[in-house]
């Protein structure tokens, strides 16, 4: 039997971090299955699933809580994900906007999707100079799922309406 473990690691970013997690978990029996890691202010971030057989689960777990003394902060999520759900019904949809930077653009967005019951599934997000000194802009982009009962429209209508507010240049199409 497999165990599942999602986890955050987070330290002083510097080369070879992930090779030092990758080796803890491969010297553990451990099989990286995603990730998704970047360099935010300094610091490297990550968020990764991997699995194990369950008898080297707690091995490699203690083997994990080792790193904090190199400075790499893990935290382990959910060390069980053996429960598998219901596949849903609906569509994926992307959604991407960019717009003068100012506080609150993403809880605007992000409530209307809540409001939707659409779940955000990827979200990436950054600040940049706007072109010819115009200040900066925030662009993010998302990929979210739909379910079936939600009608696509109603989701985009409301996006619209607040992005006339945001001030803020909004695309939303289906992924197909």
């Not at 299955?33 to 300094?42: A, K, N, Q, T, V």
């Not at 990550?46 to 190199?70: F, I, M, P, T």
């Not at 779940?119 to 990436?124: F, S």
């Not at 706007?130 to 379910?147: C, S, Y």
């Amino acid at each position: 039997m497999l165990a599942n473990l999602v986890m955050t690691v987070i330290g002083n970013d510097r080369p070879g971090l992930v090779r030092t997690v990758a080796a803890c978990v491969a010297d553990h029996g451990g099989n990286w299955l995603e990730s998704r890691m970047c360099r935010l202010g300094g610091q490297f971030a990550g968020l990764l699933r991997v699995e194990v057989a369950a008898e080297r689960r707690d091995e490699l777990l203690q083997a994990l809580r080792g790193l904090d003394h190199g400075g790499l902060q893990v935290t382990v999520h959910s060390e069980t994900g053996d429960e598998i759900s219901p596949a849903k019904s609906g569509a994926v949809a992307l959604l991407e906007l960019v717009g003068n930077d100012r506080p609150g653009i993403l809880r605007s967005v992000s409530s209307v999707l809540a409001a939707h019951g659409v779940n955000v599934e990827e979200l990436a997000s950054e600040r940049m100079p706007a072109p010819h000194g115009g200040g900066t802009l925030f662009q993010a982009r998302a990929t979210v799922f739909v379910p079936a009962e939600v009608h696509f429209a109603d989701v985009r209508a409301d996006l619209e309406k607040i992005a006339a507010d945001l001030m803020v240049d909004l695309k939303w199409e289906s992924a197909k």
